[in-house]
């Protein structure tokens, strides 16, 4: 007998289990299915985000950076470290804990929420009286039925042509994140937020880390003078960054990967090392999922195709996540999946895609909201700039980091803000008030009469703020 219910929810990464849960607050019956599995054999909800992505790669962020500042930073402090080594296994083991308590906490949440959790993989199966008839294979094997369906399959990271990953030489975003020891020469192909967070976190541990970059520009999403910073950052801490960098072959032999590659200008190079990363963008996640048997449709890239309020092109069928268009970021994903859960609920959400912040998590930090300086030129729009430097800011000295800067740009004839652009300590943090600030439509002067306590890193936005005006206090 097949199990009934209000909602079942195909995925349980950030757009699934959030969907799952809101969907549950609002009172519906709710089922959330999700196939990932750990070493242990146990299920893993929690998506790529919990499991290859976001979580466990800021661990290892957090702990290459502790190993970099007692290498290299303590020595500043006045602080001595004799005998210093690195325990590979035991920085791995953390990671890998810090997922499962993550793991645990999505089925908690389903617990207190009350909704049921299935092990296993589902696809669709057919139309029926009460809505729709999901198949699921697995631990959990089970038909269940269904008035909404919510597909948040997410992404898989995307192979070069006739290389797939084998995980040991040729690594994804999941093999870089368990490498079993630290290899002398590490290759990156793309330059992308995986490459630059992966390939710092390996540099740090000891790697020589060389990023093969096919565009000519570097970080070409965000603001110029930030990408500018950050290749020279990211330079002067020791990745080789090569722009403008066609692989043409990659060839792996027992102990070696062989990449040839043409460079900027047009010249043959060669590159030996002993492990490659690929992170050169994702696919979405539609195989196997039974779409043209219900007549589900999906774009010629394999998205499922969505209208603005992630609604499929059948009654009931929705898509959140990294699977539909837009950017594939985890916090994009949670807001549609909020607010797909409260459309079936029968409220009017809206999610405000010109606000959802970006974050790259390298050190330094970069975020951003809103236009950059190219977009606002091409649109012909009338803008001021205000930046101030971390340089200026008393707190940063006293962190002892100080590279980078806050820069805000805002309509010249209403003040309002149109982006925010950080490179510096903290970025993902200090985006927050930004994001804010847009949300609410403000000023540039909004931000530059808020108090903003002293010393910390958040009075280098008020002071960016308060230089659109050209009245920086301490610049
Ligand atoms: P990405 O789209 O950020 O970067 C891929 C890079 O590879 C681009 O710079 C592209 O020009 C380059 N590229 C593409 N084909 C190439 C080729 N054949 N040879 C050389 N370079 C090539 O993709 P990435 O880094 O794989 O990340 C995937 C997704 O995961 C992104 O959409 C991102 O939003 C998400 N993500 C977000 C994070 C965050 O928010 N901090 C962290 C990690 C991933």
Same mark, same amino acid.
């Given at each position: 007998?097949?199990?009934?219910?209000?909602?079942?929810?195909?995925?349980?990464?950030?757009? %699934?289990?959030?969907?799952?849960?809101?969907?549950?607050?609002?009172?519906?019956?709710?089922?959330?299915?999700?196939?990932?599995?750990?070493?242990?054999?146990?299920?893993?909800?929690?998506?790529?985000?919990?499991?290859?992505?976001?979580?466990?790669?800021?661990?290892?962020?957090?702990?290459?950076?502790?190993?970099?500042?007692?290498?290299?930073?303590?020595?500043?402090?006045?602080?001595?470290?004799?005998?210093?080594?690195?325990?590979?296994?035991?920085?791995? %083991?953390?990671?890998?804990?810090?997922?499962? !308590?993550?793991?645990?906490?999505?089925?908690?949440?389903?617990?207190?929420?009350?909704?049921?959790?299935?092990? %296993?993989?589902?696809?669709?199966?057919?139309?029926?009286?009460?809505?729709?008839?999901?198949?699921?294979?697995?631990?959990?094997?089970?038909?269940?039925?269904?008035?909404?369906?919510?597909?948040?399959?997410?992404?898989?990271?995307?192979?070069?042509?006739?290389?797939?990953?084998?995980?040991?030489?040729?690594?994804?975003?999941?093999?870089?994140?368990?490498?079993?020891?630290?290899?002398?020469?590490?290759?990156?192909? %793309?330059?992308?937020?995986?490459?630059?967070?992966?390939?710092?976190?390996?540099?740090?541990?000891?790697?020589?880390?060389?990023?093969?970059?096919?565009?000519?520009?570097?970080?070409?999403?965000?603001?110029?003078?930030?990408?500018?910073?950050?290749?020279?950052?990211?330079?002067? !801490?020791?990745?080789?960054?090569?722009?403008?960098?066609? &692989?043409?072959?990659?060839?792996?032999?027992?102990?070696?990967?062989?990449?040839?590659?043409?460079?900027?200008?047009?010249?043959?190079?060669?590159?030996?090392?002993?492990?490659?990363?690929?992170?050169?963008?994702?696919?979405?996640?539609?195989?196997?999922?039974?779409?043209?048997?219900?007549?589900?449709?999906?774009?010629?890239?394999?998205?499922?195709?969505?209208?603005?309020?992630?609604?499929?092109?059948?009654?009931?069928?929705?898509? &959140?996540?990294?699977?539909?268009?837009?950017?594939?970021?985890?916090?994009?994903?949670?807001?549609?999946?909020?607010?797909?859960?409260?459309?079936?609920?029968?409220? !009017?959400?809206?999610?405000?895609?010109?606000?959802?912040?970006?974050?790259?998590?390298?050190?330094?930090?970069?975020?951003?909201?809103?236009?950059?300086? !190219?977009?606002?030129?091409?649109?012909?729009?009338?803008?001021?700039?205000?930046?101030?430097?971390?340089?200026?800011?008393?707190?940063?000295?006293?962190?002892?980091?100080?590279?980078?800067?806050?820069?805000?740009?805002?309509?010249?004839?209403?003040?309002?803000?149109?982006?925010?652009?950080?490179?510096?300590?903290?970025?993902?943090?200090?985006?927050?008030?930004?994001?804010?600030?847009?949300?609410?439509?403000?000023?540039?002067?909004?931000?530059?009469?808020?108090?903003?306590?002293?010393?910390?890193?958040?009075?280098?936005?008020?002071?960016?703020?308060?230089?659109?005006?050209?009245?920086?206090?301490?610049?």
């Amino acid at each position: 007998m097949a199990k009934q219910f209000d909602v079942v929810v195909i995925g349980a990464g950030p757009g %699934g289990y959030i969907a799952a849960i809101r969907a549950a607050q609002l009172g519906m019956s709710v089922a959330c299915v999700d196939a990932w599995t750990n070493a242990k054999g146990k299920a893993a909800p929690g998506g790529t985000c919990t499991n290859v992505g976001c979580i466990p790669s800021k661990a290892l962020l957090q702990s290459s950076e502790h190993y970099e500042q007692a290498e290299h930073h303590f020595a500043e402090h006045g602080i001595e470290v004799k005998g210093l080594s690195l325990k590979l296994d035991t920085l791995l %083991g953390r990671k890998d804990t810090v997922v499962d !308590q993550n793991n645990q906490g999505i089925l908690y949440l389903f617990k207190k929420n009350k909704v049921s959790f299935f092990h %296993g993989t589902a696809r669709f199966n057919a139309k029926v009286d009460a809505g729709w008839s999901v198949k699921v294979d697995g631990p959990d094997a089970e038909e269940l039925i269904a008035k909404h369906v919510v597909v948040a399959t997410g992404s898989s990271a995307r192979a070069l042509p006739d290389l797939p990953f084998d995980e040991e030489q040729i690594l994804s975003n999941d093999g870089a994140l368990r490498l079993p020891k630290v290899p002398k020469r590490l290759g990156v192909i %793309g330059a992308g937020v995986v490459g630059l967070e992966l390939g710092s976190v390996w540099r740090r541990l000891g790697a020589e880390v060389t990023i093969l970059e096919g565009a000519s520009e570097f970080l070409p999403a965000a603001d110029r003078d930030v990408s500018k910073e950050a290749l020279k950052a990211f330079t002067k !801490q020791g990745l080789t960054i090569q722009l403008g960098a066609k &692989v043409t072959e990659v060839k792996t032999s027992a102990k070696h990967v062989k990449v040839k590659y043409t460079d900027s200008n047009n010249d043959e190079q060669k590159l030996e090392v002993d492990r490659l990363i690929v992170a050169i963008g994702r696919v979405p996640n539609t195989d196997g999922l039974g779409a043209e048997s219900i007549g589900l449709k999906l774009d010629d890239r394999g998205f499922v195709q969505v209208d603005d309020d992630c609604r499929t092109n059948l009654p009931n069928i929705w898509a &959140v996540g990294d699977v539909v268009r837009g950017p594939m970021l985890a916090h994009k994903a949670e807001e549609e999946g909020v607010a797909v859960a409260e459309r079936m609920a029968g409220q !009017q959400p809206h999610v405000n895609f010109d606000t959802i912040p970006w974050v790259l998590y390298t050190s330094p930090e970069i975020a951003w909201v809103g236009k950059n300086e !190219q977009q606002l030129k091409k649109e012909g729009k009338d803008y001021r700039v205000g930046s101030f430097p971390f340089m200026a800011n008393g707190r940063a000295r006293a962190l002892g980091n100080t590279t980078g800067f806050v820069k805000i740009l805002a309509d010249t004839k209403t003040d309002e803000v149109l982006g925010v652009h950080i490179i510096g300590p903290t970025a993902s943090e200090l985006i927050a008030e930004a994001v804010v600030v847009m949300e609410f439509r403000g000023a540039s002067e909004d931000i530059a009469r808020i108090c903003h306590a002293h010393p910390t890193l958040s009075e280098a936005m008020k002071e960016a703020a308060l230089a659109v005006d050209k009245r920086a206090l301490n610049f």
